[in-house]
Each structure stands twice: as C-alpha cells, then as structure tokens.
C-alpha cells in the first residue's frame, strides 16, 4: 500500500489484523476497564473496538496510524458506554475520605485506591489522566486523542494532581500516618453502622 | 427546595401487594435529561447471572446478592434544572408503603446536598423480602425496586466494589 | 510528587485480557466478514476439474450453518453480558444509595 512511504518516514507497515489485537489488545480491554469496572464489560467493549477495527482497515497506513487510531476509538467508546450507563459516584473526590492506612507505593490496595479516586473524577479529567498515567501520553498527543486544547489538558492534569496528592499524601508519609493510624482506626470501630 | 427523587422498589415474595410506580414518575423521562432503566425479572437475574465470575470479587458479591433476589427494576432520571418533578408524585408512593408489611428504616434529610433518602422494607419470616429505596435530590429522581430476599449488609457492602465509592465516615470528617 | 506518579502509573498498569480474548475477537471478526469475502475465499479454490456440485453445496451449508450457530451464541452471550452490565448498574445504584443513607446515619450518630 504505502510501503515506500512508510519506509521512508521509518514506520512500521500494518500487521495484519490478529497481529494488531495480540499487540493492543491489553491497551484496548485497560482503557474499557477504567470506564466500565467490569471485566465482561470491558472485554465487550474491547471486542467492538476490534471488529470496528476489521472493518477500517483499509483506511490505516501503518503500525503506529492503528495504535493511534485504536487508542482514540477506545476511549470514545469508553465515554459513550459510561454516558449511556453513567451512575455517578455519590462522593466527589474533594469529598472522598482520605485514606485511613498508609500504604506504601506498589501497594495493591493504594492501587485500587488512587483508581477509584481517579473514577470519580468528572469525564475529561479522568480521561487525561487515564491516558496520562496508563499510555504514558504528553499532553499534547493527550490533546490529540481527545479533542481538546492542549492548556485545557495541562489544567486538567494538575488540578488533578493536586487533588489526588492531597487525598494520597497519607499514604505516602508512614510515619504521619502511624501517628494518627490508631486514633484514626480506633474513631472507625467506634462507629458502628447504624 | 425541589428534590430529585430515587425510588427504589423492593417488593416480597409472598405478599401479593406490588408498590407501583405513578403515572406522575413514569411521565418525568419526557423531561430528564438522562434515564437509567433498568428491568431485570427473575429469568433476567438468573440469565446474568450465568455471566457473573466466582473468580472475581466484584462479581461473585454480586452472584450472592443476586441468588435470592426475583427481581430488580429501577428508574433513575437526571435533569437540567431544579423543580422538573413534584413531591406529589412521591407521597403517591410512600402511600403505598404504608400498607401493611412495609416498614419504614430509614429517612435522611440532607439539607446542605438537597438528598432526602428513605429505606422501606417489607419482612416475610424474619427476613426481608423486598426493599425500596427513595432518594431525591434537587435534580435527579431514583427509584430502586428490589423483589426477593436480600441482606441490606450485603447490598451497602458492594460499596467499594463496581466503582462505588467505599464510604468511610470519620467523626472529624469535613469538608475542605 | 514522583511518587504519585509512579504509584498512579503502577494502578493503571495495563491488564491483558488473555488469549481467550484474542481467540473471540477473531472468531467474531471471522464471522462478520461480508459473505462475499468468503465466498470469494471458497471460490478461490475451485477446479473445474475437480469440482463437485454436491461437495460444494454440502460445505457451503455447512459453513452457513456454522457460521450461524456461532452468530447465535454471540447473541445469546451479548444478552447475558448485557443484562449482566444492567444488573452491575442496578446494584451500583443501590448500593450507593444505601451508602449515602449509611453515611448520614453515622453522621448522625457521631454528632449525638
């Protein structure tokens, strides 16, 4: 197709298309997970992704044209699945309680924390940091995938942040949080549900 | 202060009485600006589920929710503005909930949110065989309608799970 | 914060679907390929010479049917995947409203 100019511009031809979904697959069923937090979901939603793939082939020109092109159609199928299916979280992240625990990085429990914190965050800025911190994009290839202006992505990217280092800083500082864990613990057992 | 109104419906197994929505309710999706709604009846549950994974936590608290529950149905409208529904149409509804064998839990007002939340439950044999829920909020209407028997524990633990914020209160817990 | 960078970027590690995946999106893909792609596939491999009707008929229904069997599965398992998105939603929805509930409740009590 266009061989010499893919070679000439250094890309890497298009694989053929079960190359393409061994190679993105995990990009594609992450992105839908992030959105849907169910792994059916997901792999349902990945699955469109791919058949709308198959059926668009002919209009990509290399590898890096399909990766673009898949991570941009997984987001928006993303949003558009959790807009149909959209229940919001009743806490907001400025309200979302800090953790009671400190844990240190790589903990899979701070894991799962920071993404149900991310979660809450309303569709645009959850969406820049999704691609921020699980595609490792700047932002402007952000910007690129979502539509939006760059300073737009950059505002989004640092509210954030801050938001999060706040909620987080906890679980980041052990010997802060030793301090305040058997008061903090002791005031939790002290509430039984009502 | 308008509310947005969450009706969750539990109905019992036993007792034939149905708590059914008014015309009012049904009618407010002409004017919201999102609905959620979901019918799932006994031959839907057990269809879904067959889809639910033991290997995975998520799923299999909700396999369990789900073994003894004949149905789930809710309703849930979002809208633009304040004042798009009446509390008539939600005393339509705790009129029935005043029937014999529904008792009401819980009722939360919460004046800094606008949410008022009741939990309405009917008891067949010292357990509970249905739960209804009515949240209203300035600008979003809720009604839950959970048919069969159901742990109230088991439904609040999935907090944490599915995306739902694990709500952890702190006595000095306050808003920045 | 490097490391909230480095802990959002371990919470948002890709997970891989598995090559289960992989082997249904293939065989979905397969299946909504235009028939006259296969039909094309099939003819490519004709010769007059060694051609027979009644072979060609029997794979042809063969392939029809396999081809719709599978696409019947797929619909069965989009409706149970559905219906299992819609009780996911339901049970969201309840369980954040219990949860508000709860919350107030304690709030309540912990102000007595």
């Known amino acids: 197709m266009e061989t010499a100019t893919n070679a000439a511009l250094g890309r890497e031809p298009l694989p053929d298309f079960a190359s393409l979904v061994r190679s993105h697959q995990a990009m594609v069923f992450s992105i839908a997970l992030h959105y849907v937090h169910d792994r059916s979901a997901a792999e349902e939603l990945a699955q469109d992704v791919f058949l709308q793939l198959h059926q668009s082939l002919a209009d990509l020109q290399s590898a890096e044209h399909a990766g673009r092109w898949l991570r941009k159609v997984a987001v928006h199928r993303s949003i558009d699945h959790a807009r149909r299916s959209r229940f919001r979280p009743q806490v907001g992240l400025e309200d979302a309680p800090e953790p009671v625990t400190p844990a240190a990085a790589g903990d899979p429990m701070l894991s799962e924390r920071l993404r149900r914190l991310v979660a809450s965050l309303p569709e645009k800025p959850r969406s820049v940091m999704l691609l921020r911190y699980q595609e490792d994009l700047d932002p402007e290839e952000i910007a690129a995938t979502l539509g939006m202006p760059v300073r737009t992505v950059k505002s989004h990217l640092q509210r954030s942040l801050a938001i999060l280092r706040e909620k987080a800083t906890r679980a980041f500082t052990p010997a802060a949080g030793r301090q305040n864990l058997s008061r903090e613990m002791g005031e939790v057992e002290n509430e039984p549900l009502g | ?176 | 914060m490097s490391r909230l960078d480095d802990a959002l970027r371990e919470a948002f590690r890709r997970q891989d679907p598995g090559p289960e995946f992989t082997a249904r999106v293939l065989a979905a893909a397969a299946v909504a390929q235009p028939k006259a792609s296969w039909w094309r596939t099939f003819a490519s491999g004709f010769r007059p010479a060694k051609f027979r009707w009644a072979t060609a008929a029997a794979l042809a229904c063969l392939l029809m049917i396999g081809g719709s069997l599978e696409y019947r599965r797929q619909q069965e398992d989009r409706q149970g995947r559905m219906a299992k998105q819609q009780l996911v939603l339901a049970l969201r929805i309840a369980g954040a409203k219990l949860n508000v509930a709860r919350e107030r409740v304690q709030q309540i009590n912990a102000g007595d």
């Open chain 2, 1 to 176: 202060m308008k509310y947005a109104l969450v009706l969750l419906f539990a109905i019992g197994p036993l007792l034939a009485q149905d708590v059914k929505l008014p015309p009012g309710i049904e009618k407010l999706a002409a004017k919201a600006s999102e609905v959620v709604d979901v019918s799932l009846d006994g031959a839907m549950l057990r269809l879904a589920g067959r889809f639910l994974s033991s290997n995975d936590p998520d799923e299999a608290k909700a396999k369990n929710i789900v073994n003894g529950l004949k149905g789930i149905y809710v309703k849930s409208f979002e809208f633009e503005k304040e004042g798009e529904y009446s509390l008539s149409d939600l005393e339509e509804i705790r009129r029935q909930l005043r029937a014999p064998g529904w008792s009401r839990m819980v009722g939360v007002i919460s004046k800094k949110g606008g949410e008022n939340t009741e939990i309405y439950m009917r008891l067949d044999n010292d357990r509970i065989g249905g739960l209804v829920i009515l949240a209203a909020e300035p600008k979003e209407l809720t009604v839950v309608n959970i048919v069969g028997n159901i742990s109230l524990d088991d439904l609040s633990s999935l907090g944490g799970h599915f995306g739902i914020p694990d709500v952890e209160v702190r006595k000095d817990h306050k808003k920045p």
